[in-house]
């Protein structure tokens, strides 16, 4: 855990993140991480999960306008949200180093890296769209 201290909370608290691939909240890991220490406080789930963005051992993502959500994945990689129910999702799609270079010859600044995010609308959500839509309308949505 680089230069951070590694308590028995913190060890628990990155080892669930690790396991999911939702991108849970801070709320959400509580409910999680209370299974295994449940007179843990959601203050000491959020405050261990700041460190240890901090100290980059997680992804904090901080998406338009909704709560901060958390990664257990470190390495470079896009995020797909859906703006329907929030959820977040690892994106199947190569990183493109070619952007910092790109943003540096456009800009007046030395890029270092960079975040994307892509937005849309999750299987669930489209499936429930399309519950109450007639023919025309699906086609409209997929096409």
Do not use: W
């Not at 051992?57 to 896009?78: N, S, W």
């Not at 690892?90 to 800009?107: E, H, I, R, T, V």
């Not at 007046?108 to 975040?115: G, L, P």
């Not at 299987?123 to 997929?142: A, N």
């Amino acid at each position: 855990m680089g230069n951070l201290r590694n308590t028995s909370q913190r060890r628990v608290i990155l080892e669930e993140l690790v396991k999911l691939k939702t991108h849970p909240t801070a709320n959400e890991l509580y409910e999680i991480v209370r299974k295994r220490i449940p007179k843990i406080s959601l203050g000491t789930v959020y405050r261990n999960l700041e460190l240890l963005a901090e100290s980059g051992l997680i992804q904090k993502l901080d998406t338009a306008g909704t709560q901060k959500r958390f990664d257990g994945m470190v390495g470079d990689h896009y995020h797909v949200r859906c703006v329907k129910c929030g959820r977040v999702d690892d994106l199947d799609f190569p990183f493109l180093n070619s952007l910092n270079k790109s943003a540096s010859l456009a800009g007046n600044y030395k890029i270092i890296s960079h975040r994307l995010e892509f937005e849309g609308i999750c299987p669930e959500c489209r499936s429930q769209e399309l519950d109450g839509k007639s023919y025309v309308d699906h086609e409209r949505i997929t096409g």
